[in-house]
């Protein structure tokens, strides 16, 4: 069973829409995370939580917003999705600041 | 600002032709230093944490070594199944201290 599990895991989708990504673990960690990499730039963060009621952003949080629904979930949300979106998400969690972060497999999103 | 710089953008060695990959990073203090492998289309994979400088972790044909300014994740009689792209992250204290840096990685291909 995978840790960190993402849906879907590809979605194309068209400019303008509203798109949901989401995130699940099993391993039971505080700290959970939404990064964005593109060819060539490495991961960036897009926001980050560390309980339920704490959300903060990362690097390049314009154009999406998160929801911590539970310890276990973290979702992503593109409210209105632009072509210069496309890319690879990974979501990711951690047991502590000192620690590594397991990350899911990823969702190829496609904005046409 | 935290910085990640990984060199070469990529490499290309037969099977069996040890070499090093490098990676530099500009901190206001360093909490930690990671090293990821990821495959195509997958989620990055953790494979080391280095502390402090002198430290060094070794993983089958891997080793990590960190200085005060940068890291080397040496590859020994690398084989085929060692191509993958391998990723550097900081973990700063401070300000920083909340998320990882990531480098942009570095594309190693094995031939046989």
């Known amino acids: 069973d995978a840790d960190v599990t993402q849906t879907p895991r590809n979605r194309i989708t068209k400019t303008g829409k509203r798109i949901m990504l989401e995130c699940s673990q099993t391993k039971g960690h505080d700290r959970m995370y939404w990064y964005r990499q593109d060819p060539g730039l490495g991961l960036q963060l897009i926001y980050y939580?560390?309980?339920?009621?704490?959300?903060n952003k990362g690097e390049i949080s314009d154009g999406y917003s998160v929801s911590r629904q539970a310890q276990a979930k973290f979702s992503l949300s593109l409210e209105s999705a632009i072509p210069n979106q496309t890319a690879l998400y990974f979501c990711?969690?951690?047991?502590?600041?000192?620690?590594?972060?397991?990350f899911g497999q990823g969702t190829r999103l496609t904005v046409v | 600002e935290d910085q990640v710089t990984q060199s070469p953008e990529a490499l290309r060695l037969q099977e069996g032709e040890s070499s090093s990959l490098n990676c530099s990073y500009t901190?206001?203090?360093?909490?930690?230093l990671f090293w990821y492998r990821q495959d195509p289309g997958k989620g990055p994979e953790f494979l080391f944490t280095?502390?402090?400088a002198g430290e060094e972790k070794e993983k089958e044909r891997l080793k990590a070594t960190l200085t005060k300014k940068e890291s080397f994740l040496h590859i020994t009689a690398p084989k085929p199944e060692d191509s993958a792209t391998y990723l550097c992250?900081?973990?700063?204290?401070?300000?920083?201290?909340?998320?990882?840096?990531f480098g942009q990685g570095t594309r190693l291909t094995i031939n046989p």
């Open positions: 992250a900081v973990q700063a204290i401070g300000q920083g201290a909340q998320k990882l840096v």
């Open positions: 280095l502390y402090s």
């Open positions: 939580s560390f309980d339920v009621k704490d959300i």
């Open positions: 990711a969690n951690r047991a502590g600041l000192n620690t590594e972060a397991f």
């Open positions: 901190v206001s203090g360093l909490r930690g």
